[in-house]
């Protein structure tokens, strides 16, 4: 008897700014053959511009593009295909959201200390987000708990080490 094909899984690798979600999530697509999303890109025109202008985003800017990313893993999952996509989900309540209803979703909660993020933020180019928002978004983090779907990543050392342990929780 053969073994049914495998449930599909939704990565989300979460973080604030400058954790290194798109690095890592490109890294587990890559390895694991998964289509990825950046989640940044489903973000309206309205909050790139408010972040841009150095305005962080509060609840109500941020429901519509955490629905979008919502409806993009359910897709997937509904087709049995596994998935990865960075959010940043820095609060619980945006993470029960992504996972309502859609039991492929865990997280991977990148976590990396202050003035590491700061530097990263500094010296990047390229994104709409000013590094002035990372304390906003450090306020805002509620930490991955125990009882949610999924696991922390502490990043220390290179991409391919980080990447080796979130690929080892997989």
């Known amino acids: 008897m053969n073994d049914p094909d495998p449930a599909p899984v939704a990565l989300v690798v979460m973080g604030v700014s400058g954790s290194g979600k798109t690095t890592v999530a490109r ?21 790139v511009d408010k972040m841009r202008d150095g305005t962080p985003l ?22 049995g295909r596994s998935v990865v996509v960075t959010c940043s989900a820095l609060k619980r309540s945006y993470r029960e959201l992504l996972a309502d209803g859609h039991p492929s979703v865990r997280f991977c ?21 000013p590094a002035s928002l990372l304390r906003s978004q450090l306020d805002t983090l509620q930490d991955l708990q125990p009882d949610e779907p999924g696991f922390q990543v502490c990043v220390e050392g290179g991409p391919a080490a980080v990447l080796a342990e979130v690929l080892g929780h997989l």
Request: no cysteine; hydrophobic share 40%; charged share 35%.
């Open 27 to 47: 890294g587990v697509a890559d390895e694991r053959g998964w289509e990825f999303a950046e989640g940044d890109d489903f973000h309206p025109r309205a909050n």
């Open 58 to 79: 509060d609840d109500e800017d941020r429901w519509p593009w955490l629905r979008g990313i919502a409806a993009w893993i359910g897709e997937r999952e509904a087709a």
């Open 109 to 129: 909660q990148l976590v990396v200390p202050e003035e590491v993020l700061a530097e990263r933020l500094a010296h990047r180019q390229g994104h709409y987000m």
